[in-house]
């Protein structure tokens, strides 16, 4: 086992929290995104967090593009939000962030973190760990249903 310097779990720590906080903040939007819902007016379900819940627990729709696009620039948006430090910490929690700290990590102080990679981590590690996870009646109600769009 590798012994992880305290510096470490502290970044850890870090990234975790932050990382938790902007998933909520999210979810809570995406609860209240309730126009243009795709999944058709007699689905039951109220909301886009619903519409994600339902395909990430079942089958992606033919316009699963469209959810990943719009969370994507969204989870962005937070990103840019962040303190450098806060973004620096979630990226070190990365394949990319893990690789790079092990083989350049202290060499200089430029950490070249990746939007990118910090987007795909927060919406799969994250976001979409809570959808596979999040249940209510009408989730589970369109579930039982059988239904698809």
């Not at 243009?36 to 007016?41: E, K």
């Not at 990226?91 to 910090?118: F, K, N, Y």
Request: contains cysteine; charged residues 30%.
């Amino acid at each position: 086992m590798v012994d992880e310097s305290v510096e470490s779990k502290i970044v850890r720590a870090l990234a975790q929290r932050v990382s938790r906080l902007l998933a909520n903040r999210l979810i809570s939007t995406l609860q209240k995104m309730t126009d243009a819902l795709l999944s058709g007016g007699d689905s039951g379900l109220e909301n886009t967090w619903d519409e994600i819940c339902v395909q990430v627990q079942y089958e992606q729709s033919v316009y699963w593009d469209s959810y990943t696009d719009t969370l994507a620039r969204m989870v962005e948006a937070e990103v840019a939000s962040l303190r450098p430090y806060e973004r620096e910490a979630i990226w070190l929690q990365t394949d990319s962030g893990m690789v790079w700290s092990i083989d350049d990590g202290c060499r200089g102080d430029h950490v070249p973190i990746s939007a990118e990679d910090i987007v795909q981590h927060l919406t799969e590690d994250y976001i979409f760990k809570k959808a596979a996870d999040w249940s209510n009646p009408r989730i589970r109600r369109y579930l039982d249903s059988g239904e698809t769009w």
